[in-house]
């Protein structure tokens, strides 16, 4: 092992630095964008969540369809992580939620996300 | 200081009283977690934001209240990396990336250069590759468990533990070289 650098010299000890009063505004901040949030019904998130699964459903129809009829010629997909991300990004912020929660424990996922 | 079991509980019998325990307990070591990755306070304030609002929105996915702690990180790490990913933004982007090419801090309001010893030290975690940084401070500054932390990285807690005396290894001979 090599010697030299003590990790207790340095302790925790970082660069960073935030303005005063960072952390209170911060707080503030999150409680403001919380409230701000339309409530959302029932209803609306019920009928909202049998969308979703409906496209979801459909897609994964049409993906099996495809992976079983897919012609010699047809090429391997080519989307990249990157390809996906922009995708998301592109969506609302409340089917961003609605997938996020839907699918972050998915290992699956999870390993394509965190290769190791 | 709360413990974890106490805020969850809180948080179902009222959601917002609960989430202010939470606050107090979590928003420092959370935005600190999120800042190491991202480095610029702008950034980090961002992602600390965007962090807090979706535990919040999803806390009722949390489903183990043991890895309670695993959770809010695998939350605030996945939205860091969301950010580091659109900074790159070339090609695909994993935390298996050999080098990291940001071996340097950026120029920010909110970083002390005079510290050269700790602006040295954060070059050094800096160079690891990212998903060594994840293990290394996570362990180092935050103290979680390997456990916590396979949680997180979606590795095992033994390649979490190898990752981390790896990334201590590197990170002593980058602080006793002369970069």
């Known amino acids: 092992m090599e010697k030299g650098f003590d990790f207790n010299s340095i302790g925790k000890r970082m660069p960073y630095q935030v303005p005063d009063g960072f952390f209170d505004q911060l707080e503030k901040d999150v409680w403001k964008e919380i409230k701000e949030e339309p409530s959302q019904g029932k209803s609306k998130l019920c009928i909202r969540t049998h969308i979703v699964w409906g496209s979801i459903a459909t897609l994964a129809a049409g993906i099996a369809f495809l992976l079983l009829l897919r012609p010699v010629w047809m090429p391997e997909s080519t989307y990249s992580f990157s390809t996906v991300e922009e995708a998301f990004s592109n969506l609302c912020l409340e089917d961003q939620d609605y997938l996020f929660e839907t699918y972050q424990d998915d290992v699956f996922l999870d390993n394509v996300f965190l290769n190791e | ?179």
Request: hydrophobic fraction near 35%; glycine fraction near 2%.
């Open chain 2, 1 to 179: 200081m709360t413990e974890d079991k106490e805020i969850i509980q809180a948080i179902r019998k009222n959601p917002e009283k609960g989430f202010r325990l939470f606050m107090d307990k979590y928003k420092k070591p959370v935005y600190w977690h999120i800042r190491r990755l991202v480095v610029s306070h702008a950034d980090a304030q961002d992602v600390a934001q965007e962090t807090f609002i979706r535990i919040f929105r999803s806390f009722s996915q949390c489903r183990d209240d043991n890895s309670f702690k695993a959770w809010i990180y695998r939350i605030a790490t996945r939205e860091a990396l969301r950010l580091m990913e659109s900074r790159h933004n070339e090609g695909s982007f994993s935390l298996e990336q050999a080098e990291a090419n940001v071996n340097r801090l950026p120029a920010d309001e909110y970083i002390d250069y005079s510290d050269l010893e700790s602006v040295k030290l954060q070059r050094a975690i800096r160079s690891l590759p990212t998903k060594q940084q994840l293990v290394f401070n996570l362990r180092y500054y935050d103290e979680l468990r390997y456990e916590e932390i396979a949680e997180i990285a979606a590795c095992t807690a033994q390649s979490a533990k190898a990752n981390y005396h790896i990334a201590k290894e590197k990170i002593i001979h980058y602080m006793n070289s002369n970069e």
